[in-house]
């Protein structure tokens, strides 16, 4: 089942399904350059304590997102 990313728990390895299609044009290309494709591997490795923003480690990096951009990132969990 797919999920949006902000809701994958810490330390929970996930594959990347796909970019909302109500995302803006410039948001969707922005995160597809940062290494959110379709495929690809993403992990949860902290969040801020009041929830946002949230690090998520990509492609052996580790990417800050807003949860306002996160949200148009589809995963499935791939434990």
Do not use: K, S
């Amino acid at each position: 089942m797919d999920t949006p990313l902000p809701d994958l728990p810490v330390g929970v390895p996930a594959t990347i399904v796909g970019i909302t299609g109500d995302a803006p044009e410039h948001v969707a290309m922005r995160l597809r350059h940062l290494g959110f494709r379709t495929g690809n591997t993403v992990q949860v490795v902290r969040v801020a304590p009041l929830g946002d923003p949230t690090v998520y480690r990509i492609l052996g990096y580790d990417m800050c997102l807003r949860r306002r951009e996160a949200d148009h990132i589809q995963v499935a969990v791939t434990r």
